[in-house]
């Protein structure tokens, strides 16, 4: 196998992976561009493992490794894409400024600092109206 044809493959990986972080709004999309970076990533390991001959294969065990950060980085990305999903029903990375529910709360105070949003603590209990009899 010549070392050329797999490289060029995961520089073009690396590179659509690269502009789908920098052009794309939607969090999913990046989340996806960022994998396709990894995975040319792991080519790479995989390519330059096979042409030095490891008698460890210290590039397909990196690999591995890359493969288990990346599982958890989607998991822990998409979670965080559905909650701010459920909070503001849109996943725009371009419209997403803070992380706080409202921009009221985002103010900065007085003092100079940025405030906490909610205080912590249970949620008061809706009132229910009772039906008359």
């Not at 992976?17 to 709004?25: D, E, K, P, T």
């Not at 096979?50 to 493969?67: A, S």
């Amino acid at each position: 196998m010549h070392l050329a044809y797999p490289t060029v493959v995961a520089a073009l990986l690396f590179s659509v992976g690269v502009y789908g972080v920098l052009a794309r709004r939607n969090a999913i999309l990046v989340l996806m561009s960022v994998e396709l970076m990894l995975n040319a990533v792991n080519l790479n390991l995989v390519t330059f493992d096979v042409w030095y001959r490891d008698r460890l294969h210290g590039g397909q065990v990196l690999t591995l490794f890359t493969i288990v950060i990346a599982a958890a980085e989607i998991g822990l990305g998409l979670a965080i894409v559905l909650l701010v999903f459920r909070n503001r029903q849109m996943i725009d990375v371009d419209r997403l400024r803070s992380l706080s529910e409202d921009a009221e709360e985002a103010r900065p105070r007085p003092d100079g600092r940025a405030s906490a949003g909610r205080e912590a603590g249970p949620e008061p209990a809706p009132e229910r109206e009772e039906a008359p009899s």
